[in-house]
């Protein structure tokens, strides 16, 4: 059984390729949104130097954020189109999975990112069967909520490391938070309490969509 899991993380996209528990592929390209129409190419020719093809895998998890909109929309837009009419098993995972797997943590925990806009994101899980698992729990803080949302126990905390600075400058400077530089995508893949349902829809959009009304003109 071949499971391959693309994961959109700040900078760029992970990818891993495992096989009956072993790791044959574990690579990160620094990947801008707009250099997204490389992706394809990128995931072949890793699976080619594996001595795979796409035809050759047989699931598929990608990484549903939090993170870029772009990128969450392009990885989840790709791989529904190479299980399109085929006999392939997909779902989405939180990237926040993943991350809290490389960090190491067990039990309650929350996973921060930057949220743009002086704002972090903050994503939590819980630690159940031997994995990582959301528990519901996401807020969008500014530097005045993040003191008082931070001030309970929120569990260990852990951040992808090119996102450490824009968070230090919103949380409290006592708080503790465990820089990650790798996330490999294998953390997506070993999700055993999320279903494949073939639905690669469920991205995690903390934020609420914004819909504007334009104004009309007086008369």
């Known amino acids: 059984m071949i499971h391959a899991a693309l994961d959109p993380v700040p900078d760029g996209i992970s ?4 096989r009956d528990g072993n790791t044959l592929v574990d690579l990160f390209w620094q990947m801008a949104p707009r250099d997204s129409a490389a992706l394809p190419g990128n995931v072949i020719s890793a699976l080619k130097d594996a001595g795979l093809t796409l035809g050759d895998v047989n699931l598929w998890s990608v990484g549903s954020g939090p ?3 772009t990128s969450l929309r392009a990885a989840a837009a790709l791989v529904s189109g190479w299980c399109l009419g085929k006999d ?36 939590g899980l819980d630690w159940k069967d031997g994995e990582p698992v959301p528990n519901g729990m996401t807020k969008v803080l500014d530097a005045e909520q993040a003191k008082a949302f931070f001030s309970e126990d929120r569990g260990t905390l852990a951040c992808h490391a090119s996102e450490l600075p824009a968070i230090r400058a919103i949380v409290p400077e006592s708080l503790a938070i465990k820089s990650i530089e790798a996330v490999p995508a294998t953390g997506l893949a070993y999700a055993a309490y999320a279903a494949f349902d073939g639905d690669l829809t469920k ?15 007086a008369r």
Request: glycine share 10%; charged share 15%; proline share 5%.
């Open 203 to 217: 991205l995690v959009y903390v934020r609420p969509a914004v819909v504007s009304t334009p104004k009309q003109e």
């Open 88 to 123: 392939v098993k997909c779902r989405c995972v939180p990237g926040a999975v993943a991350l809290a797997r490389a960090a190491g943590v067990a039990g309650k925990s929350g996973m921060v990112y930057d949220g743009r806009n002086h704002e972090v994101i903050y994503f």
């Open 15 to 18: 990818f891993a390729v495992i």
């Open 67 to 69: 993170g870029s909109f």
